[in-house]
Each structure stands twice: as structure tokens, then as C-alpha cells.
């Protein structure tokens, strides 16, 4: 009762934020407290000028921290608002006033457990950056490297739990009352929320995926992560190797630089590729500012906060989807979809392939440099509700990705399709991994784990069948009891012979 109390005050606030900006749409779609609602809108703006998902916008930036990683985290959903709104929301800019330096440094010396002066020979107290979770400043550390520091807000955890909260409450009120945005799953959605957002507080996970994404390109010459130094790393604090460079979203100051931009857009394709499809981790927040071109011309993201991950299952459907999109064979994009379970067994494969190239045919008849693969993920997810699709919550935020990747490739050409750069290492990937020797293979590997398990099966079986003969000379008395063990036997070695069969065939086939 006291948590609905609290969090029933707490939408109240939240309902005439949005009444300021006369941005309740969201809310009224969603049903949630419709008489609170209702109440909170004598209070909107009239005529507001402003797009809805800029009144939005507006209205989330004003809410703080949370709203705003909110907000972000709702522009990969097309299919729960407008595409209007969701661009709106992409822009949506996670910019704070920064907190004051001193504190800054009083949070490094209680993780680092030292004086400030022991730690960098010298800090800068005003910050390069400050978002809604930390800000950056730049030091030298006593042993002469220039480094990026990363300190988290004070009470950024608290705040955020106190949210959190909130939104768990919010879309538990949404599946028990609103059985038709069920199929969105409200609850587990904010719980991929939360999963991003734990991660971003404490900075040892984001150092460490740091040095994953640095592992996976070592022997890479156009693509690098910058070094972290873990002496100077704790949960609230993060150090790192300073990156200098030109941002990755200036075009003129990379052709300034004397870089050209062809080459360091077909460079960041590739990178992309290998991280979705190679390594299946992949950076999450690819902005123009998140990344930069060295002298050498090599790539260097930052700001490791937010990544994704996609296994090995997923990728395959992903690459079998994006090469049949790209070849128009809308009949294959939807037996991909039904093969990996995106859509429900009884729904009509052939109204879906209908579906898809009302999606796709749009989009692939404009010039090769004005085809989104962001937006074709888009409006398919859009199409869930028709065909009762369940969310794919990493399709989402890989579509969000694949989004900041085509801003940043048309502001460094926008005569040029970033996708088409990647599409032959794509290709070249689907003939690796899902060519003629590359199934069979994959068959023999079944072949071999199904084999490694039939022993295992028969001794479960035959432990069964040695319990129930035991049972059976226990109860002297109960002669029939008996009598059924060598039924059981027989059929315990019946079932091991049938998985031991089931298995060639299956590699046969």
C-alpha cells in the first residue's frame, strides 16, 4: 500500500511535468491512472507548436537523470510510439549542469583510497563533459600519461533506484490492466532498462567492457579501444587513456585532418560488422562525439557505458534477414522470421512476406545512399502487433545502433550507403557460416553432443530401472510390482536405441 501511495504521488509529478509540455499522450496510451490523468490535464499547454515527440522530449529532460536515459531508451521503440516521436526522442540529449570539481575529487579519493595529489600530478576541476550519470575531466597521472577521469554524480544510485521503482510499478499496472500491451512486455523491458543503467554505475563493468572490445580488435589496424588504467579505476571512478583526435562526426575536421571520409566511413562499417557478427559485443552508443579518428586514421571509441551483446543464434537470423532484405526476397525474410520464433507458428507465412515487402520495397526503391537498414528494422518491428509478435529487446538497441551508425555515415557522405560498404563482409560471412561445408559441420558437432549425451541418458534410465528393481524385491508381498521392472527395462534401452538413431538422422538430414 505504501509503495502504490508513494509512486501514485510520484506520477502525479511526472503527470504535470508532462501536462507543462502537453506531452500526456504517452501516458493516456499507456491507460495509467486515466482520472489522475485527466486531472493533470486541465493543467497543458494549449497550441502547443512543437512536434510530439519534442513536447516529450522537453518534458522527459525536465524529469532528470532517469527521464532522459528513459527517453533514450524509448527512441528504439517504434513500435510502441509513432517513428516521428522515436526520432524525436534519438535526439534527445544527455547533457546535465556538471556538479563541482571538489566533489568530484573527494569521490576519487574515497574509492581510490589516496590523496588526489598521490594519484594525478595534476586534475582539472572543470569537466570536459557532464551527462546524467558522471562527468569526465582530464588529468595527468604522477607517472606523466595524459587520462580521461570518469566520476559518477553524487547520489546518482539513489536517485535512480528511487525511479526505477516508479517504472517497475508503472508497467506492472500496465500488464494487469492493459492485456493488449502484454504482448510488449512492459515489466521485462524495464527490466533491460535497469540491466543498462546498473551497468553504467559502476564503472568497472564499463572499464571492462572497455578491454573486451580492446581484445577483440588487437590485431586490428583501423580500430582500437583505449587503454584503462585499472590502478586508478574503482566502482564510482574510472580512468583512461586520453584519446586525441578528431571527432568521428565532424566531417570537415576529418578532411582538415587530411583524412578522407570515404575510408573512415568504410572503416567504421567494418567495424560495426565485426562486432555484431564476429564477437556478437558491440558499442551501443556510436554517436558523432563517442568516437574518434586518430593521426593514423584508426577509429578510437569512448565511452563504454552502454553496449550490446548478441549470440550466436541471433546473428545468424540477423545476417539470413539483412542479406534477403538486401536481395528482396521477401519470402525468405519472413521464413527467417517464423524459423527463429520473431513470429507465432500460426500466423500465414505468405501474409507476412506480403507485409514485409510493403515494408521493404518503399525503402529499396529510393537510390542506394538513401536506404536505411535502421529504419527497415523499424517498421518491421512496427508490424508486431498485426501478426502478434513478441519484442525483441536486442533487436531493439541493435536497430538503435544501426540508427547512430547512418547518422554519422550520412554526415561523412551522404552520397554513400554505410551498409553497402559492409555488405560483402556480411556475405562473406553468411558462405562461412552457413555454406555447404559450414552445415555439415554444424551437423557433425550435433552429432557428436548427441552422442556424448546418449550415455548419459542410458545411465540416467538404467539408475531409474535399478531403483525400481530395488523397490520391487523390498515389497516381497507385491509380486506384480516386480513383474513390471523388465518392461521398464527393456524400454529405458528402447529410448537410448531411439536418441541414438534420432541423432544420425538428424546429422544425415
Known amino acids: ?240 587513456e586520453r584519446v586525441y583526435g578528431t571527432p568521428i562526426g565532424d566531417r570537415d575536421a576529418i578532411v582538415a585532418a587530411g583524412h578522407d571520409p570515404n575510408v573512415v566511413m568504410r572503416k567504421a562499417a567494418e567495424a560495426f560488422f565485426y562486432q555484431v557478427f564476429r564477437d556478437g559485443f558491440f558499442h551501443a552508443d556510436m554517436h558523432g562525439g563517442n568516437a574518434f579518428v586518430d593521426r593514423e586514421g584508426c577509429i578510437v571509441p569512448v565511452d563504454f557505458g552502454i553496449m550490446g551483446r548478441v549470440d550466436s543464434v541471433t546473428r545468424g537470423h540477423l545476417a539470413e534477414l539483412l542479406v534477403a532484405f538486401l536481395r528482396r526476397d521477401y519470402r525468405a525474410v519472413a521464413e527467417v522470421q517464423f524459423r527463429a520464433g520473431y513470429v507465432p507458428a500460426d500466423q500465414s507465412l505468405e501474409m507476412f512476406a506480403q507485409a514485409c515487402r510493403s515494408i521493404g520495397e518503399p525503402i529499396f526503391g529510393k537510390p542506394s545512399h538513401q536506404i536505411s537498414i535502421a529504419r527497415l528494422l523499424a517498421h518491421l518491428l512496427r508490424v508486431t502487433e498485426q501478426f502478434e509478435m513478441t519484442v525483441q529487446p536486442q533487436l531493439l538497441l541493435l536497430q538503435k545502433t544501426m540508427l547512430m551508425a547512418e547518422g554519422m555515415g550520412t554526415r561523412l557522405n551522404p552520397h554513400v550507403n554505410i551498409w553497402e560498404l559492409a555488405r560483402p563482409l556480411i556475405e562473406d560471412w553468411m558462405r562461412e557460416h552457413f555454406g555447404p561445408r559450414a552445415t555439415i559441420e554444424r551437423a557433425a558437432g550435433d552429432l557428436v553432443q548427441g552422442l556424448r549425451r546418449v550415455p548419459r541418458l542410458i545411465d540416467s534410465l538404467h539408475l531409474v530401472a535399478e531403483r525400481e528393481r530395488r523397490k520391487a524385491e523390498r515389497d516381497v508381498a507385491r509380486p506384480p510390482l516386480f513383474g513390471r521392472l523388465w518392461p521398464r527395462l527393456r524400454f529405458a534401452e528402447a529410448v537410448a536405441i531411439l536418441a541414438l538413431i534420432a541423432a544420425i538422422a538428424a546429422w544425415w538430414h
Do not use: C
Open 1 to 240: 500500500m505504501f509503495r502504490a501511495l508513494r509512486n501514485s504521488w510520484r506520477l502525479l509529478r511526472v503527470a504535470l511535468s508532462f501536462a507543462r509540455h502537453d506531452a500526456l499522450f504517452p501516458l493516456e496510451t499507456l491507460g495509467i491512472a486515466p482520472a489522475l490523468i485527466a486531472w493533470a490535464r486541465l493543467f497543458a499547454v494549449r497550441r502547443e507548436a512543437r512536434r510530439p515527440g519534442e513536447r516529450l522530449a522537453a518534458a522527459l529532460q525536465e524529469m532528470g537523470p532517469s527521464f532522459i536515459k528513459l527517453g533514450q531508451a524509448l527512441s528504439t521503440r517504434a513500435d510502441l510510439l509513432s517513428e516521428e516521436v522515436a526520432a524525436d526522442l534519438a535526439r534527445l540529449q544527455d547533457h546535465l549542469p556538471p556538479f563541482p570539481g571538489e566533489l568530484a575529487r573527494k569521490t576519487i579519493e574515497l574509492e581510490l583510497g589516496r590523496k588526489i595529489d598521490a594519484i594525478y600530478s595534476r586534475f582539472d576541476d572543470t569537466p570536459v563533459a557532464a551527462a546524467s550519470i558522471a562527468q569526465v575531466h582530464f588529468a595527468t597521472t604522477t607517472d606523466g600519461r595524459d587520462v580521461a577521469v570518469k566520476v559518477l554524480r553524487p547520489g546518482i544510485e539513489a536517485a535512480f533506484a528511487r525511479d526505477l521503482d516508479l517504472f517497475y510499478w508503472m508497467a506492472e499496472l500496465v500488464e494487469r490492466t492493459q492485456p493488449r500491451f502484454r504482448r510488449l512486455k512492459p515489466v521485462e523491458s524495464v527490466k533491460a532498462f535497469a540491466d543498462v543503467v546498473r551497468v553504467e554505475m559502476d564503472l568497472r563493468m564499463e572499464a571492462a567492457a572497455a578491454e573486451e572490445l580492446g581484445e577483440n580488435f588487437r590485431d586490428h589496424p583501423d580500430y582500437r579501444a583505449p587503454a584503462i588504467d585499472w590502478d586508478r579505476t574503482a566502482q564510482r571512478v574510472m580512468t583512461q
